[in-house]
Nanobody
């Protein structure tokens, strides 16, 4: 069974940075696209960044130019570098594996990111 463990969240001030990590087990992520999602209180979970197995990336408009997704297949880990953080980035962040049109049904516990002065 796939297990995903997110880490690296915290409380930061606007303009600061965080780097999130997502360690996968139970599967090799090498051949899969991976994504980072976030869910703010009272809102639906949204995809913010995706990286293909070949390393191509795409981002939600709200984070483009500020967030960078990357992967280290040798460590079976995906990262999300978040710069110039804003209060609107406050959410629980999750990662997941992309199987073409679907995502893995097993979600991790997520990592809380809070941006506040």
């Amino acid at each position: 069974q796939v297990q995903l463990v997110e880490s690296g969240g915290g409380l930061v001030q606007p303009g600061e940075s965080l780097r999130l990590s997502c360690a996968a087990s139970g599967i090799s992520i090498t051949i899969y696209a991976m994504g980072w999602f976030r869910q703010a209180p009272g809102k639906q979970r949204e995809l913010v960044a995706r990286i293909t197995s070949a390393g191509s990336t795409n981002y939600a408009d709200s984070v483009k130019g500020r967030f960078t997704i990357s992967r280290d297949n040798a460590k079976n880990t995906v990262y999300l570098q978040m710069n110039s953080l804003k209060p609107d980035d406050t959410a629980v962040y999750y990662c997941n594996l992309n199987y073409g049109r679907t995502w893995d049904p097993n979600w991790g516990q997520g990592t809380q990111v809070t941006v506040s002065s």
